[in-house]
T-cell receptor, first 114, second 112 residues
């Protein structure tokens, strides 16, 4: 299996621009998680999906952030408009079934907002 | 709520030294416990896990024992290598969906 795939790996954008991060989970996995990692705040869970349905988005910082999962093999995290404080590494992870708990992480997208 | 506390880093060791990274947790019920490792520029990878009290997880020379009486899951390795330099995260399952609660991470630096 190819593992969790994220794109782009690096994104540099100017403040105010829209940013879209993409994730392809491991085939067959029914949970998908979006995390943000910064030096100051560590690893934060933003939102997670089960069978393509958002279950908990309490970690989404504000309305500028939105996430979708239109099908079992694709998810997006969108920031509009972006701000310099959104600069971070964004990880997608997936897992299988309610009882396995093991999450498989993608390589991350390093976002820089100038 | 659930929480995980790890020792702050960085931890700097010489090659072949003994490693301990402390992890304690607060949780309701009977969580599963995990150690993840993050190498520079990469995502987190599962290193080992334990699903019930007194279980010992092990992988690549690393070990951790699920101690319910002390609510701890300390990571140990008898002889570290330069290639073990990474950030290590302790985590527990929350029971809600497949959510994990992560500690703040501990950076390990191993010098030749």
């Amino acid at each position: 299996d190819a593992g969790v795939i994220q794109s782009p790996r690096h994104e540099v954008t100017e403040m105010g621009q829209e940013v879209t991060l993409r994730c392809k989970p491991i085939s067959g996995h029914d949970y998908l998680f979006w995390y943000r990692q910064t030096m100051m705040r560590g690893l934060e869970l933003l939102i997670y999906f089960n069978n393509n349905v958002p279950i908990d988005d309490s970690g989404m910082p504000e309305d500028r952030f939105s996430a979708k999962m239109p099908n079992a093999s694709f998810s997006t995290l969108k920031i509009q408009p972006s701000e310099p404080r959104d600069s971070a590494v964004y990880f997608c992870a997936s897992s299988l079934t309610q009882y396995s708990y093991e999450q498989y992480f993608g390589p991350g997208t390093r976002l820089t907002v100038t | 709520g659930n929480s995980v506390t790890q020792m702050e880093g960085p931890v700097t060791l010489s090659e072949e030294a003994f490693l301990t990274i402390n992890c304690t947790y607060t949780a309701t019920g009977y969580p599963s416990l995990f150690w993840y490792v993050q190498y520079p520029g990469e995502g987190l990878q599962l290193l080992l896990k334990a699903t019930k009290a007194d279980d010992k997880g092990s992988n690549k020379g690393f070990e951790a024992t699920y101690r319910k009486e002390t609510t701890s899951f300390h990571l140990e390795k008898g002889s570290v290598q330069v290639s073990d330099s990474a950030v290590y995260f302790c985590a527990l399952s929350s029971g809600a969906g497949n959510m994990l609660t992560f500690g703040g991470g501990t950076r390990l630096m191993v010098k030749p």
